[in-house]
């Protein structure tokens, strides 16, 4: 299976428009980011473990290189990506950490002398886990702590020469397969443990952190945690791809489960002809909703994707996007919930057919179930959201103390909230103005709950922030996937107003009015709780 | 991995507790039910596969001869499945009837001059399928429209011959493997084709319809649709053990995923060593409610187990036990899907690590997510659980015409309902009282709600009843697993009073609790709809 996959990423990463992808990407072509979202999407689609394996070349270490090192770089490292030359590999996650990257115990050593760093798995823990590619791969781009006499300066990445041309691991370096996982059987996934590895001075990316040759330390970004995230922002279109992926593989899905309940029969009316499944009731109403996420998510994804390269095109960093990060980690967790459970879905509306490999939705299903946790845990990704929006929000404040930062949170928006409440009337439910306005008053309110109760435990009761935080983790998530719920559904909205041909339009108009209602019925006990509307309206929500 | 399985098979099935089993089942030894659902959970927890394999040849091959053959069948059949002279496998699904058993197309014609049948599948659509040990089974219990004079009886089931003892096919059956499924690799699923293959008249099980040596046919229940019931009423056992079988996976996974949050740690407040991640909000919100369903399954699944024990023992047939075949169809479908959701939150919460096949949870994935389909579709079995609940209780109002019956069911219950609706106090959100109350609130008000609207579908708007029932099929739905819920948290409840131990008691109670409010909190709004408690009782429910 690896080796099946070896030969089509091979063969794929030749393909002019996979080539075109790496010139841009190193270009940084207008619109390069969008064009190889879709060429992602595509080539999940065809084959999910290649699809991935490219990814991590691609967007990993390609996009490692791209947003961490200097045009140098990029001219050494990334463009000959497109001869094939080699291909590399993205090391971050370690045994002990994995979502708390800060965290990480792999060491990066100046020897000055040398001018060379020395990068060194101290223990265990320390060691380089999931790697993909790292059974094949030649070079790695290696989160490490930069050692500079003796204290961190923080996690840095650096490129280490993992095997030469023949396939042969260079001195100090080991890997061990990790074996057989759940799904991407053709992703080769392991350990990477270094000992005493030395690679020159210039292998450290050196964006946001370089080391000069006497030894002295220079970033563009004195603070030690936000330049942490700078670095960490060189995720975000990788991530954004694995949105783009999860939407192939639930396209697929949808469309191999809705035909086939189109074919197959079962139960009728007596002594007449079977009715085809989808005429079931509760096929459709399990179907249904997932097309018109699916929908849903083309358009949002499409526009985080569109945003991207207008900020890259720009020459802006992406941490300095805050709203767009948000973004981009919220729908990389949403995306992939939706997809677990579409083809879980699609999988049980399938039958027995649906558990059959052969019919690729079980498949899909294995292939896809990582991406909740690779690229960032999704529980996580919902907090960097919250974040994010609250960093983005602070910093028309900055320097002034948190405390006046939480409470002018906490009471603005209170005007604002009164003018929509009471905006509400039974008749407009199916309306889209009425649902928009719902999933926004939703994201408002428990903004400023959470505001509010942040401030009166950290302020008031004098909690530490990581325990007030955490005691807040479910509201925290709900925030985070209410502000997805809302950009999804206003994105879907806009694009339905602009599609040009009228009979696509009424169709997708339908599709988006769906969408809102499952968005607004999947909560419509919070907004019951909230009185914003009555049990009737709800129950007529229902039967919408 | 099949030839392990195979021997894994052997091995389990020559052990002392299998064999005794067997032999119980034959002599229907007081609470042999009982005994062998434990012995399959067990078995299921220590491997998925060979769990399934036993089942088909104990439950599914050895159960349709116990419970649709004579005393004679039993001796012939049953017994020597304890020596392992040969082995069983059940065949009712076919190509284009899996749901929707009494439109198979199999035949079974009489030849009155050999005394034979004359087993035959007359198109593709009527092959067996999905065949479990169709690729290394000696015997197949088959069913097939009996066919006398050219007039079919029906689905009845036949003992077909398929291999000798050296594993070679008898003349007439062809075998087709099925290959590749996204779980359970140890289970050989198959096709199975007959062309005229003759068996002697004696093979027919012919407990609920036999025929005389002169082609006569006979059976103790006259009407046909009954004796169709009464057959696949023989399923009730095996659908049961599937129960046991999704609890011990539940309960392997969640005790995986609890002990790793214990022992891994991830972010923490600053300069302190990192938390536990159980300690986490959401990673205890995610898995504590599952546990606490575990345990309320276990109560309740083993409350069916002796029903059924004492129905069998009493000699009653299972199928006048409606009450008894709702409650075992619906924990089917209940069971499975949280199962389902459970491994999955497991899976989820275990991160990269849970992706690993090594830890078994995305085996187990695998492995039961066909759970939902085999032994009955789990939306058919919660169709199934409301007929019988209507069968149930239209029993007492026999030969009466449909519109009666309907009229009545409608208007009953209006009494029992004010009672309890108004008895509701803010104060008692948290006891076991309220929430017993609620849930029961909730089935009665589902199903006086359905039965007015299928009698005005079909009598004031003269529907036909297929179309009536399908165009309900969201609310029967949520009626079938309202009243496995209701039945659920009541057993628990009886479970933690009768509890000898005080301190397992007082463990047991919050996790009543706990699953009572999961009940409660998750259809909020429906209650919260009907106006049964107020949106500040809602909240507190949220909060606890």
Chains 1, 2 share one sequence.
Not at 142 to 167: K, M, W, Y
Not at 471 to 482: G, M, Y
């Amino acid at each position: 299976m690896r080796t099946l996959t070896l030969q089509r990423v091979r063969f794929t990463m030749g393909l002019p428009p996979l080539k075109r992808a790496i010139q841009e990407q190193a270009e940084k072509t207008k619109n390069f980011v969008s064009r190889s979202l879709v060429v992602g999407e595509v080539l999940s689609v065809a084959d999910m473990a290649t699809g991935v394996k490219c990814g991590i070349i691609y967007w990993l270490f390609g996009g490692a290189v791209r947003n961490l090192g200097s045009p140098a770089h990029v001219t050494k490292w990334l463009q000959p990506l497109q001869e094939q030359k080699y291909t590399g590999m993205f090391a971050m996650t370690e045994r002990a950490h994995g979502s708390n990257v800060r965290g990480i115990q792999t060491e990066a050593t100046f020897d000055l002398s040398a001018q060379e760093f020395v990068i060194d798995t101290p223990c265990e823990n320390a060691e380089k886990m999931y790697i993909g590619n790292s059974m094949y791969g030649n070079y790695a781009a290696v989160f490490a702590q930069l050692i500079l006499n003796g204290t961190s300066q923080g996690p840095h990445c650096f490129i280490v020469p993992i095997r030469d041309e023949n396939g042969n691991l260079y001195p100090g370096v080991t890997a061990i397969d990790m074996m057989h996982k759940e799904g991407l059987h053709g992703v080769d996934n392991g350990i990477l443990r270094f000992d005493k590895v030395r690679i020159p001075r210039e292998n450290l990316l050196d964006k946001f952190g370089s080391v000069a040759p006497d030894g002295q330390y220079h970033s563009p970004i004195e603070d030690r945690g936000a330049r942490f995230n700078a670095m960490l922002a060189a995720l975000t279109p990788s991530r954004l791809a694995v949105t783009f992926q999860a939407m192939g593989s639930m396209k697929l899905g949808l469309t191999i489960a809705i035909r086939y309940s189109h074919s197959r029969r079962q139960f009728g009316p007596k002594a007449m002809e079977e009715v085809k499944i989808i005429e079931h009731q509760t096929q459709t109403l399990r179907l249904m909703p997932h097309l018109a996420t699916a929908l849903a998510l083309t358009f949002v994804s499409r526009y985080a994707g569109v945003l991207l390269d207008e900020d890259i095109f720009c020459g802006k960093e992406l941490v300095n996007s805050r709203s767009l990060q948000a973004l981009v980690a919220g729908l990389k967790a949403y995306s992939t919930w939706e997809n677990v459970s579409c083809l879980q879905d699609c999988r049980e509306c399938t039958g027995g057919m649906g558990y059959m490999m052969e019919n690729r939705i079980s498949g899909l299903k294995c292939d896809t179930d990582v991406f909740v946790t690779f690229e960032g845990d999704n529980v996580v990704m919902l907090q960097v959201v919250v974040r994010e929006l609250l960093a983005q929000y602070t910093r028309q404040y900055e320097k002034r103390p948190l405390s006046s930062l939480l409470r002018n949170w906490a009471e603005s928006g209170g005007d604002k909230l009164r003018t929509s409440v009471l905006a509400f009337n039974v008749d407009t439910v199916g309306s889209l103005a009425f649902l928009l306005k719902a999933v926004n008053f939703r994201e408002r309110v428990l903004q400023r709950g959470l505001v509010a109760r942040i401030y009166y435990k950290v302020m008031t009761k004098k909690e530490d922030f990581f325990s007030a935080w955490n005691s807040c983790l479910h509201h925290i998530t709900c925030l985070s996937l209410a502000h997805i719920h809302r950009v999804t559904l206003e994105q879907f909205f806009l694009a339905v107003n602009s599609c040009p041909d009228p009979a696509d339009r009424a169709l997708l108009q339908k599709f988006c009015l769906l969408y809102g209602t499952k968005l607004v019925f999947q909560e419509r006990a919070w907004y019951l709780e909230h009185k914003y509307f009555t049990p009737t309206a709800s129950m007529r929500i229902r039967s919408q």
